[in-house]
């Protein structure tokens, strides 16, 4: 079965500390995304990567770090700079622009981590 | 200016009525694509239909339409039939190149809560 995994589906960490969450994908996509959602809110871009070892900042990039050292696996470490953690966090990939043209290229994402810091 | 409006935030529908949800949009891109996703309870979003800015004909993928008004700035998803199982949140998303990066970047509408009562 291809797909996007993300663990673990439930993280509680104390403040101060740095978590991992953990994205593979079997797609063979080139795009890996790592979103946030907050209650009430849509999705918010924190990274994006289009290829390996390679990864542009999103709209809230500030307190987060990303890896992207194989095609399958886009890491996203969340630090004890970001202010308020505590939110839904999803991955998504997509085919990518080297084999889709633009503006198509819809977004697979997977089943998400909620994450508590307390 | 929010780019992309979902002016309802929740919605209550009888089943095997159908249903229309409201997404308009601001872009100054004459190429753009306009994307809707299905959030259940799970937390994983589902990517439903795609409406490029330049295809001449609605999107459709089975029970889900796009009514597309491209001089309203307007992309509303339409649910034929309504069923149980369609009780979600959804959320319309775009892509353009008016911000940077836009190649790649989704944004998110705030999305609509969908519930369909027996």
């Known amino acids: 079965d291809g797909g996007i995994t993300q663990s673990p589906k439930y993280l509680f960490r104390k403040e101060g500390q740095n978590v991992t969450l953990s994205c593979e994908q079997n797609?063979?996509?080139?795009?890996m995304y790592w979103y946030r959602q907050d209650p009430g809110q849509g999705l918010r871009l924190i990274y994006y990567s289009q290829i390996v070892n390679d990864f542009q900042k999103g709209d809230i990039a500030e307190g987060y770090s990303v890896s992207r050292e194989k095609k399958e696996s886009f890491p996203l470490t969340v630090t004890s700079a970001q202010k308020n953690p505590t939110a839904f966090y999803l991955c998504?990939?997509?085919?990518?622009?080297?084999?889709?043209?633009?503006?198509?290229?819809?977004?697979?994402f997977g089943p998400g981590t909620r994450l508590t810091v307390t | 200016a929010q780019k992309i409006t979902q002016t309802q935030p929740g919605m209550f529908v009888q089943e095997k009525e159908a249903v229309t949800l409201d997404c308009t949009y601001d872009?100054?891109?004459?190429?753009?694509?306009l994307f809707w996703y299905k959030q259940p309870s799970s937390g994983e979003m589902i990517f439903l239909i795609y409406?490029?800015?330049?295809?001449?004909q609605n999107a459709t993928e089975g029970r889900y339409s796009l009514n597309f008004q491209k001089a309203r700035k307007s992309a509303n998803l339409v649910i034929s039939a309504s069923q149980l199982g369609d009780s979600a949140m959804y959320f319309c998303?775009?892509?353009?190149?008016?911000?940077?990066?836009?190649?790649?970047?989704?944004?998110f509408g705030t999305g609509t809560r969908l519930t369909i009562i027996p």
């Open positions: 998504a990939s997509s085919i990518g622009f080297g084999s889709v043209p633009y503006p198509a290229d819809e977004q697979y």
């Open positions: 872009t100054s891109d004459p190429s753009y694509g």
């Open positions: 998303a775009m892509r353009d190149r008016t911000i940077l990066g836009g190649n790649e970047k989704l944004t």
């Open positions: 409406q490029g800015s330049y295809d001449q």
């Open positions: 797609l063979n996509h080139d795009a």
